[in-house]
């Protein structure tokens, strides 16, 4: 009898063409569907809560799979692990309801974007922070983030190619603070869902807000303006991680 | 007319052979003294302050060279920058006197020790931390340091292969500490100088105390010991980061 898996993942995302798969491109998805497949004896698909582009890192992760393997759940993550390359993996895996869909549930879902804030960027930090030179006002920028929390037309804030059927959502809580002693600056945003590339619209007008190009209260008519345009710059990939998901 | 030029070093190490120049192998050393050679039309030759393993990584380490270049002493960093690979970076320079030579000063220099304590190593940091599956006991840990710190012939903690003319060194602080709410323990440890492997033997050993293999009184006896075989593993490179010098 079949069971659904739902895996916690975490991967590097230096080296793979994002979550979704791919005819000649090196992906997330592909690369657990091909080891679950061989792992198990079955075709394995597993269905993403969320399709990370090139490059964007993870920490939560989640997808779901279906199987009639006798493992117990929660032993998938060990069996897994042995078949994935060390950029890759399960946390954590447990048995959901047969009808769960992690696309189709309400849910919260985090997301950060870290900043290296120095003269030059720290070598063993380049992969997972976006350098930004000059010294950011992380009050300004979180001040900025405000204006975003709440239900609004995000369509400001969404890239080109996004194919959402509706471009509102709603951000629950959006945190702009410096980490430690660490030269590194860190936007938190949790949503009911992003748009395409949101996070890095955000996080790049964050950054703009942060080196006095905007004023904090620009983001609310940058809002209002309904238009791509409007916003900043797209903020690079590697600064961004998925944190995990609330389904509760 | 020549001057000294110091210059503050961070790299991530995982792709080089170590510090130290050698045929047929890419190192930290060789590098910079390429790099610099070509920018500044001067045969360079760097003198380091330590010589890192294969796959250490540092925050802050030192080298200084002879140049008779007009650049601003302060600016080398910029200039030498634009030619090094993104995993190498000066993060400071500045002239020093002719005749200062970082291996002949008396200094203190702190290394820092990671390692990620969790079920499963997080993708993200497998390259700069070390994987401990079974969790640490970070208060043993540090309990059985305390008897490292001192004046000591630190013999037992001495990798095969170390060619210091003495074993005596002075540790003047250790502390381990789990870091915030992150899975990672660091070791931090500051003396006058380390023989070769000393800081990755402590780690290895400290990692024994943490899992209950030897309790913290036991590394008294294992310096006492005078014998390698009396201490614990040797940790992996890739946990190790040279964080930097107090020449003060």
């Known amino acids: 009898m079949s069971k659904r898996i739902m895996l916690t993942i975490a991967y590097d995302g230096t080296?793979?063409?994002?979550?979704q798969i791919q005819p000649n491109a090196v992906t997330i998805e592909g690369v657990l569907n091909k080891t679950i497949s061989e792992l198990l004896g079955e075709?394995?698909?597993v269905i993403g809560a969320s399709r990370t582009d090139a490059g964007v890192h993870a920490m939560g992760a989640v997808a779901v799979?279906?199987?009639?393997?006798?493992i117990p759940p929660d032993k998938y993550s060990f069996v897994i692990n042995q078949g994935l390359p060390d950029d890759i993996r399960i946390l954590n895996s447990l048995q959901v309801a047969d009808d769960f869909h992690p696309r189709k549930?309400?849910?919260?879902?985090?997301?950060e974007y870290r900043i290296y804030n120095d003269t030059f960027m720290l070598p063993t930090r380049r992969l997972y922070t976006h350098h930004v030179y000059g010294r950011l006002d992380t009050e300004?920028?979180?001040?900025?983030?405000q204006y975003l929390v709440g239900e609004h037309d995000f369509v400001s804030f969404m890239g080109a190619g996004g194919q959402a059927l509706t471009t509102e959502r709603t951000i629950y809580a959006l945190d702009v603070r410096n980490e430690g002693e660490s030269r590194e600056v860190v936007i938190t945003v949790t949503g009911s869902g992003f748009l395409y590339?949101?996070?890095?619209?955000?996080?790049?007008?964050?950054i703009d807000v942060g080196q006095g190009r905007f004023k904090p209260e620009?983001?609310?008519?940058?809002?209002?303006?309904?238009d791509r345009t409007a916003a900043g710059q797209t903020a690079p990939a590697c600064g961004l991680c998925l944190v995990g998901y609330d389904f509760g």
């Open 218 to 226: 620009d983001v609310k008519t940058m809002l209002e303006a309904r």
């Open 15 to 19: 080296d793979y063409s994002g979550w």
């Open 197 to 206: 590339n949101m996070v890095r619209i955000i996080a790049g007008t964050l």
């Open 65 to 70: 799979f279906d199987t009639v393997s006798p």
């Open 140 to 145: 300004a920028m979180n001040e900025a983030g």
């Open 43 to 45: 075709d394995i698909h």
């Open 105 to 111: 549930v309400n849910c919260k879902k985090t997301y």
